[in-house]
């Protein structure tokens, strides 16, 4: 094959046949049940180590991706967790792309999508969102099926300027939340094309805090794998397009979780600051509805984890009652992994008694809500208690974890 004919299909838009997609798929190791030649080009895989590359064409494949990526997760694939560098690429990537949204250049204003479809979706998006987790976990479904048909909307491009715009913000929240969802479940691989999804509708759509904040929730999950020098990489990069002070304040907390985990303690008590002064700044004025949950309460908690990485446990176990004490009821997901940060604190500072009466408290909270990640989180906690097999309530949480 000749490279002019590969730019064709790269560049041009022009499709393969079918003898010649069969030919891509076996040269790729795609099995041929996968190679549908009228999906083109969504069921190549991934290049630039598994992120579609942003671009002006680039919202729907990245959508389809993702969602396909679901569709398979029982068969053969080639499929392979997201590298780091390529993260960090793609948010370089979108911090020095051009600020201008691509969504005029789709629109096509024939046949227009009727605005009161998009209306619907947009209200009904909305309360499946919002939902706490326990409830949530019993409408995943609906959450797919809503952004499935909010991607064909985008695809076939027949609406108005204002209309793209309200479709690729839809998209890039139900992504958010999709992927959230997928996080949860211990999904990882899913979890991170959805947010990559999202972050191209984002893009397309202009809406740089968004773009910023799904950067941020990938950052999030590098963190919660144990690697921080990616997360701190993405965050870096997010930070230089976000302008909401509430978003900054996030986005800095977040990296100042990534840089304690390096022992980097500078860097870390510079950006603890930073969030501290942003979210000060934030009062009075509206903040994004993917922030809205963002408080005092985070805030305490997460310097805590920061004091605690870098060796203070005695005012990090200060700060994380603290921020316990002010989280509201609504908000269980995040109550049981402080309840969890609540535990290990008390295991440092030599109080295996109430370390145990948390950890029970947060294993049966994420049980109840269906957080899957919470459970595993508290099991991955056990092997501290092996020296205190006898102190009381310590065989409860054992024996409730066993069961």
């Known amino acids: 094959m000749d490279k002019q004919r590969v730019r064709k299909w790269e ?35 991934a290049a630039d180590g598994g992120v579609i590359p942003l671009g002006p064409a680039s919202t729907v494949p990245a959508l389809r991706e993702a969602m396909t990526t679901t569709m398979n997760r029982s068969r053969r694939s080639f499929m392979t967790a997201i590298a780091g560098t390529s993260l960090i690429t793609l948010a370089g990537a979108w911090a020095s792309a051009d600020t201008q949204a691509h969504a005029v250049e789709q629109a096509r204003v024939s046949k227009s999508v009727d605005e009161e479809v998009v209306t619907f979706l947009e209200e009904t998006s909305a309360r499946l969102t919002t939902m706490a987790t ?11 099926a809503h952004l ?44 991170s094309k959805y947010w990559v999804a999202g972050l191209h509708c984002a893009h397309q759509g202009g809406d740089r805090d968004m773009a910023a904040a799904l950067l941020s929730d990938l950052a999030y999950q590098a963190s919660w794998q144990d690697n921080p020098r990616t997360a701190s990489g993405i965050l870096e990069r997010a930070l230089s397009r976000t302008r909401h002070p509430a978003a900054r304040s996030l986005l800095q907390l977040r990296l100042a979780r990534a840089l304690a985990a390096q022992g980097e303690r500078k860097g870390t008590f510079r950006a603890l600051a930073a969030a501290e002064h942003l979210l000060d700044a934030a009062c009075g004025e509206p903040v994004p509805a993917w922030c809205a949950w963002f408080s005092e309460a985070d805030l305490a908690v997460d310097s805590g984890q920061c004091l605690r990485d870098l060796g203070d446990t005695r005012r990090a176990h200060e700060l994380i009652r603290e921020g316990h004490s002010l989280l509201p009821p609504s908000r269980d997901k995040t109550r ?24 029970l408290e947060s294993l049966l909270l994420a049980q109840r809500i269906g957080a899957p990640r919470c459970v595993q989180l508290v099991r991955e906690f056990i092997p501290r208690f092996e020296g205190y097999r006898e102190i009381q309530g310590v065989p409860e949480l054992l024996d409730r974890v066993a069961a």
């Open 11 to 45: 560049v041009d838009g022009v499709t393969p046949d079918d003898v010649s997609q069969s030919y891509i798929g076996e040269v790729l190791g795609v099995p041929a049940e996968d190679v549908d030649p009228a999906m083109w080009p969504d069921w190549l895989p």
């Open 134 to 144: 326990e409830h949530r976990q019993h409408v995943a479904p609906l959450l797919d």
């Open 148 to 191: 499935t048909t909010v991607a064909n909307l985008i695809a076939e491009g027949r609406c108005t300027r204002p209309v793209k715009v309200r479709l690729l913000a839809l998209a890039a929240n139900l992504s958010q939340t999709v992927a959230w969802h997928r996080f949860d479940l211990g999904l990882h691989i899913e979890a």
């Open 336 to 359: 049981g992994i402080f309840l969890l940060y609540q535990a290990q604190n008390h295991l440092d500072v030599g109080e295996p008694d109430l370390a145990a009466a948390a950890g």
